[in-house]
């Protein structure tokens, strides 16, 4: 005989039932801090990559459009916006890319256990979030070098970061969810990043389209993506910087970008829930 | 504790699940734009892995399962664990169901062993401030003191699995689900392992065991049933169980029958395939040898249908390879003649297989039971086997039709 083995002791504790959100938020915890551990696993410089990965995606941009091409030269503090943009898209690729293959890639645990699944993808957001704050630093040090110019509308801009944060994970819910019935989404989705990546303004100020088309730097603005991204650079860096409110003079329309959005995550929430309970089956 | 045994734990009322098993997966959208035009060639198969399964399971009670691959208990296994939904009927389950099915869910090569015991245990519902609590009780359970704090890449699988038992022997369920596939690692620790299953029934905890093991589920369960092609087929005491699955199992080995339910070489594409004498079973030598092969094919694919003769006496084979291209589904009847002019004193065994015309993979062939037996046979005039072998033997097709 073992004795009184150990299990008696955790067992004869009355078992509490575990709340639901209880679970998800202990396991939420735990993948976050697991992506982040084998994020830079084996490599030598492990999170600085995080700040130099931006940074020189900054230097090569800025040599090829604001050097050679001079794109920008008409916005203060161009070189900056330029970075804060590619900050943020690469946070809304980052987010909507290992979205979309999340859910497949663990399919073998989907398969051996029953969790709430949304916890994926919220842990591979989070994750992506927490790399676009160390993003932000690399932003912060060359705000403080070049002399920006922020205004007060600038104590705005954590709310449209929250806003792209909401557009990535609700587009994130939708990919994953289509991913695991139609592998073709991968390519779609890497294709549809492409156009909006030109489409959004990000390597270009949006007045350089405006000198040519004012309507069509108008309908721009109200992709969620250039809104947003537009804003913070409007409110942190120059005023200079077009946004859709300073374009239209309506609170309305300037209301649309950020209905898509919700629109984008709540329909985003409601495929996942619907679809969530079969991914065991469909994978 | 008497009136807490009579409450319900576990409660599946009219459970089915089907599988829709499409010939193609639409895994593009190529083939699903191209299968909505030619939606009549579009032949989704459905498996009904589970066909009506009721029963209750009362709280503390250790409730065995059993049956043999492909009857569905696995389906049931993640029904109950809410990992698949069924597709009619419902379960309940009252208090905390913690799956054994797999261990090590969520296990991470990267990962040094501590951190693998957080994720799983993560997976399991435990908080880290939990797990520190019993952190050394699952690291000398699993008797891996020196090795947590390397890789689990470098962990042997035995070590893996006793880590991971380690940690879900913690697991606080009200109902836990265990497939037999835990007894693992070597002969020490699963005594371990046993005992930890036994101590189970001195607990309230709800068990429900999965298992080929008949003495497991004797030693261990209150109450058992048999799953047979999704239904339930015998219930009772443990013991009436074990008898049942025994005696259906010596049924089922005689009948030669593989895992997926068909003899031994059919499957779903060729459910019947059989060779027998169209005429006398036993003929005088100089008799032409008649015999009919019939087989049923799913599918239009070319096939040839090949044949070999061989003495059992002597072990040799008379003819092979007599091989006739068809490709027609459904089920199909060819004739076969064969002159024994030149054999004498043998028993012959015809058997057939199916293979695929051009790749030549072999599709099905007739076991033991379904090849044709004839025995030649000249009474006490010649004990001779082949008596002439001055040419080839060679038999004839006579045709083929649908039947």
Redesign the interface.
Known sequence: M?GE????N????R????SKY??SL??L???VV?EF??RY?GSVLGYLWSLLRPLFLFVILYFVFVHFLKVGSDIPHWPVALLAGIVLWNFFTEVTNNGLTAIVNRGD???????PKYVIILASTISAFINLLLNFVVLAVLMAVSGVNPSISGLLSPLYIMEIFLLALGLAFILSTVFV????VNYIWEIILQALFYASAIIYPISLVAASSPFIAKIMLFNPVTQAIQDIRHGLIDPQNTTLYGETHSILLSLIPIAVTLGIFIIGVIVFKVRS??F??DI | MDGATNDIAVSVKNVAKDFLLPHEKNNSIKSSIVNVFKRKDRRIEVQHALKDISFDIKKGEFFGIVGRNGSGKSTLLKILSEIYQPTKGSVRTYGKVVPFIELGVGFNPELTGRENVYLNGAMLGFSKKQIDVMYNDIVEFAELEEFMDQKLKNYSSGMQVRLAFSVATQAKAEVLIIDEVLAVGDAAFQRKCYEYFKSLRETNITTIFVTHDMSAVEDFCTRAIMIRDGNIVASGTPKDVANEYTRANFVAKNEQKDETGYELGLNDRVPYFKVKPSGKKTIMPGEDMVFDIEYEIKDDTPVNVKISIRDTIRGVDILQNGAKALHKAGRNRLSYTFPTAELNNMELIVSAVLDEEGTNKRIAHTNDNNSGRVIIDAGDTANLGIINRGHELHGYWNGWHDI
Do not use: C, G
């Not at chain 1, 019935?181 to 073709?184: M, Y």
């Open positions: 073992l083995p150990f299990w008696y955790v067992m004869s504790m078992p509490r039932m575990l209880r679970y202990i396991l915890r735990e993948l697991t551990k084998l696993q645990v989907i398969r051996k256990i029953n969790f019935k139609l592998r073709d309970p079969h065991a089956e």
